[in-house]
């Protein structure tokens, strides 16, 4: 049944009703050929995004169930790595991506397969430039340099018949589980290097664990990676507040040589340079910072606020710095850019000329990757200085801005309202005004001489603050 020219070889019979269904029993008789079937029926398929729903589900379970066995894991994984490149399945976290990811922890893994195995496939993962299959690898690094908490989400893959059930593979030592933990970190540092999205999430992944790995006596390669990330890309927030929490959190019980190279660590982890303060202590401050002391909260928030300040000070003194910047305080995710602007629109000259750049860095970002608390600061610090402070939006023709074009529900303002939001609303372009596209408030009192008596984009809480200072910029 599962040889070629079998009622199962080939995608199009796999598709029959009730085919693919077999394939995980069949694979516990004979897990050789079924392994053998599947690379068959995906090697057929021009598209693997149309290898979806039912029949994703069947050839997922069978090759979890095939990738148990350590004889048969290598070709498994690898088919179980490309359902998950080709991921249909987002929504959901026991998908391909998962389940690859399961098979890699050094405790509970989801195969019996060695650690010397399981390194062969994810080195040989790695070696790619495609970042799907990095996204992928990322994840199942990350799995792989876990030491605290082990779960397996599914269970059933290690049942094959009558036979007795299979164990996952456990390290015979202490010895030789560091050290397929220290496999899977520094392979995973070398994706944190890069310099792209999918070193972000690197980053992201693995400044987690250095609290931990640092904690369970692994300083010694905590310091190698540390070193290896920051010399590639200066900024690591992530590990600044893992390092800084073993030091609030874990230093009590740990030896003194640790914790003093601990410090050592979280001074190494500065940034250098002023685009990298602005990355790290402005767009991605450290929740925790500055990490490391234990201070009462006010005081904490006190030191967070008086830091971007300082940033932002620096910066009004290095304006092609700051120039450089813009486009990455206006896009994706933000700490402190809406402080940061306040400060920036209040204090510089020609405030006219960065409305315009910061109007520029925004037309630069993909729409879902847009994030306004920048220049919504910048207007709320213009607005201290200024009695007008929508004149530089103004200054520009329609025709030359990105605020142009019909604002369903607003069109009617731009005669008679052009100090209020229905104008702005109407200026944005094809804006459909979603509040929540902003986080950084202002006091209502500032949008009062605007407010509208029909504006969609106005909103305030129980506060009676605005829920967001520019609300109106989301436009389609």
């Known amino acids: 049944m599962l040889g070629p020219q079998g009622p199962l070889d080939g995608m199009e019979r ?23 079937c599947i690379r068959r029926a995906l090697d057929s398929v021009p598209d693997m995004a149309t290898v979806r729903d039912e029949i994703r589900w069947d050839l997922v379970e069978a090759i979890e169930k095939i990738a148990f066995l350590p004889e048969t894991f290598v070709d498994a994984a690898s088919l179980m790595l490309r359902l998950a490149v080709n991921e249909t399945e987002h929504h959901i976290s ?24 399981r390194k062969t496939l994810l080195r040989d993962a790695a070696k790619t430039i495609d970042p799907r299959q990095r996204t992928v690898v990322v994840g199942a690094l990350r799995q792989g340099a ?33 050290e397929y933990v220290s496999f899977c970190v520094e392979l995973l540092a070398e994706e944190a290097a890069c310099d792209d999205d999918v070193g972000v999430e690197a980053r992201a992944e693995l400044g987690h664990e250095l609290r931990v790995l640092t904690s369970s006596g692994l300083v010694d390669l905590v310091e190698t990676v540390v070193g290896r990330v920051v010399d590639a890309v200066g900024s690591w927030p992530e590990a600044i507040e893992s390092i800084g929490n073993f030091l609030r959190f874990d230093a009590a019980g740990m030896p003194e040589e640790v914790v003093v190279r601990a410090r050592d660590m979280i001074q190494r982890l500065q940034p250098a340079t002023l685009s990298d303060r602005i990355r790290g202590l402005v767009s991605n401050m450290p929740w925790d910072y500055p990490n490391g002391e234990d201070i009462e909260y006010d005081d904490q928030a006190r030191r967070q606020l008086d830091t971007v300040r300082a940033i932002a000070e620096e910066a009004l003194h290095d304006l092609p710095v700051l120039a450089e910047n813009l486009p990455q305080l206006c896009s994706g ?47 709320k610090g213009l607005s201290e200085r200024d009695a007008d402070p929508w004149r530089p939006s103004r200054e520009r023709s329609p025709n030359q801005s990105i605020w142009r074009g019909p604002c369903p529900g607003s069109a009617h303002a731009l005669e008679s309202l052009k100090r209020t939001f229905d104008w702005l609303s109407m200026a944005c372009g094809r804006a459909l005004c979603r509040p929540g596209r902003c986080g950084n408030g202002a006091p209502a009192a500032f949008f009062r001489p605007y407010r509208p008596r029909h504006s969609p984009c106005y909103s305030t809480n129980s506060e009676g603050n605005t829920a967001s200072t520019v609300c109106w910029l989301s436009w389609s």
């Open 146 to 178: 876990e030491t605290t908490y082990f779960s397996r989400f599914v269970v059933g893959a290690e049942t094959h018949g009558s036979r007795p059930a299979l164990e996952p593979w456990r390290p015979d030592n202490t010895e030789e589980a560091s």
């Open 14 to 36: 796999l598709r029959s009703p009730g085919n693919a269904g077999v394939l995980s029993h069949l694979a516990e008789i004979d897990a050789r050929r079924a392994v053998d």
């Open 333 to 379: 995710s933000q700490r402190w850019a809406g402080v940061f602007g306040e400060y920036v629109g209040a204090r510089v000259e020609t405030p006219g000329d960065w409305f315009r750049r910061i109007e520029t860095a925004l037309r630069g970002t993909p729409d879902e990757g847009r994030n306004f608390d920048l220049l919504s600061g910048f207007l």
């Open 94 to 117: 026991n998908n391909a991506t998962g389940r690859f990811a399961a098979l890699f922890p050094v405790l509970g893994g989801a195969t019996a397969a060695d650690g010397a195995s």
